[in-house]
């Protein structure tokens, strides 16, 4: 599978932004995805994951309450609503496919990666 992401930009701090993660290839509904993000010189994040069907999400404590991953698996793609957003949250983020089931948080259980998208907050 092929993933896209694409949403970033630049937003005042307290702002919003919707991320996208297209995919393309083998049937999207088979895989769990999720969002991690990464700033230079740390290691990738985990932000967001959601199931195969959607029923299960889970969050980073950073992000809770504030984002929200949600999937249209007819479109073949994975949104991340970024609501409330601080300068903290400025990053690289990605969006991963992964096979396994369950919602796993760590980057080296995703099989599939997009190339990110820029996301920068403004104080």
């Known amino acids: 599978v092929q993933l896209q992401a694409s949403g970033g930009g630049l937003v005042q701090a307290g702002g919003s932004l919707r991320l996208s993660c297209a995919a393309s290839?083998?049937?999207?509904?088979?895989?769990?995805v999720g969002w991690f993000r990464q700033t230079p010189g740390k290691e990738r994040e985990f932000v967001a994951a959601?199931?195969?069907?959607?029923?299960?999400?889970y969050y980073a404590d950073s992000v809770r309450g504030r984002f929200t991953i949600s999937r249209d698996n007819n479109k073949n793609t994975v949104y991340l609503q970024m609501n409330s957003l601080k300068p903290e949250d400025a990053a690289v983020f990605y969006c991963?496919?992964?096979?396994?089931?369950?919602?796993?948080?760590?980057?080296?259980?995703?099989?599939?990666w997009g190339q990110g998208t820029l996301v920068t907050v403004s104080s």
């Open positions: 959601i199931s195969q069907s959607g029923g299960n999400l």
């Open positions: 991963a496919a992964t096979f396994a089931t369950g919602i796993p948080t760590s980057a080296r259980a995703y099989n599939y």
């Open positions: 290839g083998r049937t999207f509904s088979i895989y769990g």
